[in-house]
């Protein structure tokens, strides 16, 4: 069987080690330049590979292409691909063809990183040989190749559900709904949506589905869909016979018995991170890992860099890196857990944001606006009229110098970009650094 891996970053170099491992015929095309660390791995594996050009004629030879997620579903070598009928996968779809190990996969639009994190911390916390992969940690094809885990836990994002065929965790989670990538759905919100529900479609009955009882766009697409695996919900709004929920100042997790938490115990904090950590103690609960192994867990949890992390504090102002809120949803989530006068730096690559759903926050908690991106016109357009005080800046140094100087003791300076970061950085992790080195300099 021929394999065509396109992508020379993470997943596909772990791709392309899974084939050559199994003894499949292998080739790497990336049609940018390979980082030197995975052109060397390639090169010790021998796998053989090219840069800054996509051979067209051998990647349409190919039995089955793996796709890493950051290609474009709208790339014409994608398209190519389709007319000619051959299999394309993603590295999650593709090693999971190897692995009898019990797959736990998480989507959403927000908090997918965390939540993965502290579920895969709950299971390593209990002596569970368990690896953490999907858009997270090492390469999910490379642990599959390399270790003998019983568990996986999967951050899996939109664009690797586009990509699967036979994909079935036994416990899938979808967090929230929000729209995001839209320029990549056709700006179509149920189109993205229904992308993210592929994430149950090939479970079975003996399988189950953790979903949001409080997310509305995932109630009206359960009503149209036919979910096979046993659906679980979780919410901070109602009170349900089964699942997870507030009541009081408690999470209470409902199953075959009933876990029971006080919020101001956990780790986390924040009203999206106690939906986060009952959707969590549900899929514990689920792999029967005791009530105090749980707990313990909760409450040791570390949380996620770039995710409203804790900087620094400097003559009494607070600086917050949540470079990892890349779009409206999760900036709504930062804003909402404000305490403080805000000095909030957005800005980035515009992704078909529609600032509505934060406009009030902006006006309660929002002391001044510093916008950082190549092209931040549309931000200034739609917070002109509700903010005085509004900063355009294109690069990290003036934008921490600026919210620096607008703030006074008692404040908080946000960096919750509510955009991609491709315009001026690598990536999202880049811009988090750059914020944590200007803010300590």
């Not at 690069?395 to 908080?412: H, P, W, Y």
Request: hydrophobic share 40%.
């Amino acid at each position: 069987m021929k394999i065509v891996v396109l992508g020379g970053g993470e997943s596909g170099f772990g791709a392309a080690y899974l084939a050559k491992k199994k003894g499949l015929e292998v080739f790497l095309s990336d049609k940018g330049m390979i980082k030197e660390e995975y052109k060397t791995l390639l090169t010790h594996a021998q796998i053989e590979f090219e840069e800054g050009q996509h051979n067209e004629e051998r990647i349409l030879d190919a039995d089955w292409v793996i796709k890493s997620p950051g290609i474009p579903k709208k790339a014409d070598i994608i398209a190519k691909i389709h007319r000619k009928g051959i299999r394309l996968s993603s590295e999650i779809e593709f090693a999971s063809e190897f692995t009898n190990a019990k797959i736990i996969a998480i989507t959403g639009s927000n908090g997918k990183t965390t939540t993965t994190s502290l579920i895969y911390h709950i299971l390593k916390n209990d002596g569970l040989e368990v690896g953490l992969a999907g858009n997270i940690g090492k390469s999910f094809a490379k642990q599959v190749a390399d270790e003998n885990f019983q568990y996986y836990v999967l951050e899996v994002s939109s664009f690797q559900l586009d990509d699967i065929q036979n994909f079935r965790p036994y416990i899938s989670l979808l967090l929230n709904l929000s729209k995001d990538h839209l320029d990549q759905y056709n700006y179509n919100y149920e189109e993205y949506a229904l992308a993210k529900f592929r994430i149950t479609e090939n479970q079975e009955n003996d399988n189950f589905f953790i979903y949001s009882k409080d997310d509305e766009m995932s109630r009206y697409l359960l009503e149209k869909l036919e979910i096979k695996a046993k659906m679980i919900p979780f919410s901070t709004h109602v009170k349900l016979k089964e699942g997870g929920y507030i009541n009081g100042e408690k999470i209470v997790v409902r199953l075959k018995d009933e876990f029971t938490m006080k919020i101001d115990e956990l780790a986390l904090v924040g009203n999206h991170n106690v939906a986060n950590s009952l959707a969590a103690s549900i899929a514990g609960k689920l792999l029967n890992i005791s009530n105090e192994s749980i707990r313990n867990s909760l409450m040791t949890f570390q949380a996620v860099e770039h995710r409203l992390e804790q900087v620094a504090e400097i003559n009494g102002v607070k600086f917050i890196n949540d470079s990892k809120a890349t779009n409206v949803n999760a900036c709504y989530y930062a804003l909402e857990s404000m305490k403080q006068p805000t000095i909030w730096i957005v800005g980035g690559l515009d992704k078909g944001n529609d600032y509505t759903e934060i406009e009030d926050l902006v006006k309660r908690k929002v002391k001044a606006i510093v916008c950082l991106g190549i092209d931040n016109q549309k931000i200034i357009d739609f917070f002109k009229d509700k903010k005085d005080l509004i900063y355009s800046t294109s690069n990290m140094e003036d934008a921490v110098k600026i919210s620096k100087s607008l703030a006074a003791s008692g404040d908080t300076v946000l960096l919750s970009p509510c955009c991609a970061s491709f315009d001026l950085f690598q990536n999202y992790e880049d811009r988090g650094e750059q914020f944590k080195k200007e803010v300590l300099k």
